[in-house]
């Protein structure tokens, strides 16, 4: 089966943010995938809500928001309110999951939870039914441009099998050194969104880049 490809816009050119989602809206690329850094969590500071809001009013494609941010709660209605369609909150930076989970379907997006390289996919167990998707981050997150953490792959494999073992319905996206080489290898292993920054935006030919991430021959 083909992947979800979600481009992170982390790697694009912000002063032409109208063209770079031409870009996007010409290709096979299915989602936009926008990394929110507050400098708190992560020690890198990217962007917020009125870039959301930018990229909402250049592109009818799902916006994919990866908060990386602490107190995700506080904001769920203004990432609601700027066009957000699914937002993925990290495990480690929310007190009261469960909670957080319900606010984001209460606000009419899709919920997604983050795990950091060292979260074990087993602390999902509780909450499976609950989300939309899952994040496997296959660096730490706060930078583009990092290389792959190899043991993602057997993460994924676990992230897979849990789901299939408590049936429920997941999507799995991994986030983080995505690139041709690895793509393959990660849907084998049962992802079904790969983000990729550095691989779509510094490549020569960017929508063929995001062809053949999604598998597309
Ligand atoms: C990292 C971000 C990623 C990042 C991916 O913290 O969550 O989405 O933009 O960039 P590449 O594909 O360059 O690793
Ligand atoms: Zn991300």
């Known amino acids: 089966m083909n992947s979800i490809v979600a481009p992170s816009v982390l790697s694009c050119d912000f002063a032409n943010i109208q063209q770079e989602s031409n870009m996007l809206n010409e290709s096979e690329a299915d989602w936009f995938h926008l990394d929110v850094m507050d400098g708190v969590f992560v020690p890198n500071i990217s962007f917020g809500l009125p870039i959301i809001k930018a990229f909402r009013g ?19 209605d203004d990432f609601k309110a700027v066009g957000t369609d699914i937002l993925t909150v990290h495990l480690e930076a929310c007190k009261h999951l469960h909670r957080t989970i319900n606010a984001i ?11 950091n390289p ?12 609950d989300i939309d998707l899952v994040l496997i981050m296959s660096v730490n997150p706060g930078f583009g441009g990092q290389s792959f953490i190899k043991s993602t792959y057997y993460k994924v494999k676990l992230a897979t099998d849990l789901i299939k073992e408590k049936n429920a319905d997941v999507i799995i996206e991994v986030d983080g050194g995505v690139n041709t080489q690895n793509a393959p290898k990660l849907r084998a292993a049962g992802a079904h969104a790969l983000v990729a920054g550095s691989a779509v935006f510094k490549s020569e030919n960017p929508q063929q880049t995001i062809k053949e991430l999604k598998g597309v021959s």
């Open 105 to 115: 379907k209460a606000a009419g997006m899709k919920a997604g939870v983050a795990l």
């Open 58 to 76: 250049c592109t009818n494609k799902t916006l994919d928001v990866h908060a990386m941010i602490a107190n995700p709660d506080d904001y769920v």
């Open 118 to 129: 060292h979260t074990p996919v087993a602390m999902l167990e509780s909450i499976i039914h």
